[in-house]
């Protein structure tokens, strides 16, 4: 089994401090001896989260198609697809052609893309994968995809639900955009995707229900205009974490894009709370060590600036020794952790909840599967740092 682990991470494993974790694979307690700081992944939580997700789709007669950008790994959708996914989601072209690489031939690319050099990427993957997608959001969109394609590339309409980020701003861009698809012989409309980003971590499911319920409104009207136009909608994807319940009762979508759920974070545990959207395990964790006891108010550690994303609230630990314990920033590489009321010695280990699990994922190269105190496996990232 080692040796398929070493075939699969490639160079990767002769990295010394991957090597380390290596040599106790499968061993008791070798989750205990991972270098940090380190993404450790449940890996039993990790498969209850994707089974408790496919089971809520399923009962709400949705296609469930994950966000892969929260994680960028092949392994990981595996495991997602083999629990009933339909396919997954990318956010950039360079994320899908990683994952594509390894053999993952249905996904959607959720951002719309602007030139010919990357309507030509878009091409190669439509005709390389066996269900591509790509949304468009504009008329010289479709145009580029068009003159790109070497045969047919199935598109949706980006609608704007709300956040004004991308996505066709009312319906009469949504008509707009749909006529300029269909005028394309080689584009497939299949139909429409609103995603409300800012709607993940409102407080409160009533306040996630309102600010979805306006935001199918949007989508209604362009999916309206669509058909109006002449374009079929037989898909409408969107939604994610944080507004399942609210996405299933309004009826308007047929597939959920959820991404975050398979391993949670801080953020969404602060507006989740206790609603059912939120009912998912701690599965992610990032893992470090004590590396300086010195002063008498708090304590060192490995994971400081590089560890973690700064985007959201801090990292909370959940160690139970430090569980109530303030952490902060520390410079690049350390982190400063109040001390507990215990004795703290070097070496000890601290894991934390990230502050945004899909930034904090990205700035590592391996994850590692534990169950129990057991290392069971370590996986590539194959699509680390894919943002073009």
Not at 9 to 16: E, M, N, Q
Not at 76 to 85: E, K, M, S, Y
Not at 138 to 163: C, K, R, S, T, Y
């Amino acid at each position: 089994m080692t040796e398929d682990i070493r075939d699969r991470l490639g160079p990767l494993a002769a990295r010394p401090h991957i090597a380390v974790a290596l040599a106790a694979l499968g061993q008791a307690g070798s989750a205990l001896t991972i270098p940090t700081p380190a993404v450790v992944i449940d890996l039993d939580a990790f498969d209850r989260n994707v089974a408790r997700m496919a089971a809520r789709a399923a009962q709400a007669g949705l296609a469930l198609r994950p966000h892969a950008k929260s994680h960028k790994c092949a392994a990981l959708v595996r495991r997602q697809l083999d629990a009933g996914a339909v396919g997954v989601c990318c956010a950039k072209l360079a994320e899908a052609e990683a994952l594509a690489a390894q053999g993952i031939g249905a996904i959607l690319i959720t951002s719309p893309i602007a030139g010919a050099a990357n309507a030509a990427r878009a091409a190669r993957l439509a005709a390389d994968l066996p269900d591509f997608r790509i949304v468009v959001d504009h008329p010289d969109g479709a145009v580029e995809l068009a003159a790109a394609a070497h045969g047919p590339i199935q598109v949706l309409i980006d609608v704007d639900v709300g956040m004004g980020r991308t996505g066709v701003h009312d319906a009469a861009q949504a008509a707009e955009v749909a006529r300029a698809i269909l005028a394309q012989p080689n584009l497939r409309l299949l139909g429409v995707q609103g995603y409300g980003g800012a709607w993940q971590h409102m407080e409160g499911a009533n306040s996630r229900a309102e600010a979805v319920a306006h935001g199918m409104e949007k989508l209604s009207a362009a999916i309206a205009a669509t058909r109006e136009a002449g374009g079929t909608v037989g898909v409408v994807t969107g939604g994610g974490t944080g507004t399942f319940t609210a996405d299933a009762a309004q009826g308007v979508l047929n597939e959920i894009q959820p991404g975050s759920y398979a391993f949670m974070d801080k953020e969404y545990r602060d507006a989740l709370k206790a609603d059912p959207d939120g009912a998912y395990e701690q599965a992610a964790t990032i893992v470090s060590t004590v590396i300086t006891v010195n002063h008498p108010r708090w304590v060192t550690l490995d994971a400081g600036l590089k560890a973690f994303s700064t985007e959201g609230p801090m990292p909370a630990p959940l160690t139970s020794k430090f569980a109530t314990c303030a952490y902060r920033f520390f410079g690049d590489e350390q982190g400063l952790l109040m001390r507990p009321d215990a004795p703290v010695a070097r070496g000890e280990r601290v894991a934390f909840a990230p502050g945004h699990i899909d930034p904090t994922l990205d700035r590592y190269d391996v994850f590692h599967l534990v169950q129990g105190d057991v290392l069971v496996d370590i996986v590539r990232v194959e699509a680390r740092g894919a943002s073009q």
